[in-house]
């Protein structure tokens, strides 16, 4: 009886209607020509789907398309040193007053690269050769793919790795116009794939024979590469800005150059510490003469030699604190930034932090300010940066310190010392760590900061650092109006 009125009651319950959230499926189609290239190979990691879409957006684009390099493409020339010969350049390290700056293909997007290896003017290799000339675009062919950047008076004349091509074109117009496709998503996921959407793992000059460009008119063209044009001139005015306040800095602190202030008395560098002067570091990268020279020599020459804790200086000093992150699509969270991209107007590789995950972390910690200065604490340390107003709003992680300044009257002076060769001297000083080197908050507030007995001097470097920042700032937005045109009148044009 119990049994039959259960029975009768489960075959009268309702049934459960389950909803599945639709999501967006990638998919596209694969010839059977490409699948028996790519080794008779079924899986759908083998192809990747948004690179295959991006070649048929193009292949579809309104205005047909055009080769890259060929006889009938846009390029003139695209080769890296010791290519004809497929042999790599030798290279001979040196100290910086006896070689030349040596740049990394990383450092190809910076602002202001500065050299962090120099090479001896007795390398065996064409140095000329390795030297950048204006109006080239460059491409990045190992490790990291597809980097691009465009060679203004900034980056002409320096020496650069041999692991950067080098493009020129048959027609001016096609540089900045070719330089905007290949910062654009689709033109970069071209460009980093090959014709099966495989990623490529190396590029050489050939392959850009197989990348399709939109063949838009000449005018679209025109207006494309003004707007690049314009906004590297912005650039370099910047950084000329930069070096003049630097210059008057020195000038004013009658700093000699660097190397001056170091010393070497034996085949291995040794110098005696008092042990009233040992503030409980022990270790010897802390007590280099050469910061302890800067210091007495500030001393000397400065109105008054503060720290960055000082309220003067600063009203906070920022060390976010490690967390889990959780990412989330472009659109959907705040850009999120390391210390590696701290030298790039327009940062690559972004990822966007979670808002609903990080909310409070985000107005506590992570977020960016206009005319913060920000500083590598980890890993390499003292890469120095002062945030723009394109930044306002982004985030960055914990391996960088920020340092909040009094008011604008001192932000970008601050910036310039920090920036300069004795500023990065006093910051890893506070070095420590055996396998990664870190310095934290507490340090960073203890880092010397001369002010000036001239003080229209020092509102003047003020000023400069600061009308740097704008013109960085205008040159991201004429970049960003270049993209926007590519995307909506070139790409995606009805």
């Not at 003067?312 to 969270?333: A, D, T, W």
Request: glycine content about 6%; some cysteine.
């Amino acid at each position: 009886m119990v049994a039959g009125n259960l029975a009768h009651k489960m075959n009268a319950a309702p049934e459960i209607e389950v909803h599945i959230p639709e999501s967006p499926i990638k998919w596209c189609s694969v010839s059977l020509s490409d699948m028996i290239s790519r080794g008779k190979r079924l899986e759908a990691s083998v192809f990747d789907v948004e690179a295959k879409q991006a070649r048929e957006s193009v292949y579809k684009g309104k205005y047909g398309t055009v080769i890259l390099y060929g006889d009938s493409g846009l390029i003139e020339t695209a080769y890296y040193p010791g290519w004809m010969q497929r042999s790599r350049l030798k290279r001979i390290w040196c100290d910086k007053p006896y070689g030349e700056g040596f740049y990394l293909p990383s450092q190809m997007t910076d602002l202001y690269p500065v050299p962090e290896k120099h090479i001896s003017r007795l390398a065996d290799c064409d140095m000329d050769e390795l030297r950048l000339k204006e109006n080239t675009l460059l491409l990045t062919r190992s490790g990291t793919i597809g980097n691009i950047s465009y060679v203004s008076r900034t980056l002409a004349g320096r020496v650069f790795s041999d692991d950067v091509i080098r493009v020129t074109f048959k027609k001016e117009y096609d540089l900045g116009y070719v330089y905007t496709y290949l910062k654009s998503k689709v033109g970069s996921l071209i460009l980093q794939t090959n014709g099966y959407g495989s990623v490529i793992t190396h590029v050489e000059p050939d392959h850009l024979s197989e990348i399709p460009v939109p063949d838009a008119p000449v005018e679209l063209r025109q207006r494309i590469h003004n707007l690049i044009a314009r906004s590297y001139a912005l650039r370099d005015e910047s950084n000329e800005m930069i070096d003049k306040a630097t210059g008057l800095l020195i000038a004013e602190l009658h700093l000699p150059a660097i190397h001056e202030f170091q010393k070497v008395a034996a085949p291995v560098s040794t110098f005696d510490v008092k042990l009233s002067n040992m503030n409980l570091r022990l270790d010897a990268s802390y007590h280099v003469p050469a910061a302890d020279a800067i210091v007495a020599h500030l001393k000397e020459n400065a109105a008054e030699l503060t720290t960055v804790g000082d309220s003067q200086i600063s009203r906070s000093v920022i060390l976010p604190g490690r967390f889990k992150r959780v990412y989330v699509q472009e659109g959907y969270g705040r850009i999120f930034i390391g210390g590696k991209q701290l030298g790039e107007l327009d940062p690559s590789n972004k990822k966007y932090l979670s808002n609903v995950h990080h909310s409070d972390r985000i107005a506590q910690q992570l977020e960016l300010k206009e005319n913060m200065t920000l500083i590598t604490c980890s890993g390499t340390i003292g890469r120095v940066a002062l945030v723009g107003k394109h930044w306002e709003g982004w985030t960055a992680n914990q391996h960088i310190i920020r340092v909040v300044p009094a008011n604008k009257e001192i932000a970008g002076y601050l910036y310039i010392f920090l920036t300069s060769d004795y500023g990065r001297t006093l910051i890893t000083r506070y070095t420590y760590g055996s396998v990664v080197d870190e310095i934290d908050d507490d340090h960073v507030r203890q880092i010397p900061i001369p002010l000036l007995r001239n003080q229209e001097m020092q509102q003047q470097i003020n000023s400069l650092a600061l009308e740097s920042n704008v013109r960085r700032y205008e040159a991201y937005k004429l970049e960003q109006e270049a993209l926007r045109i590519m995307n909506e009148e070139v790409i995606f044009a009805k």
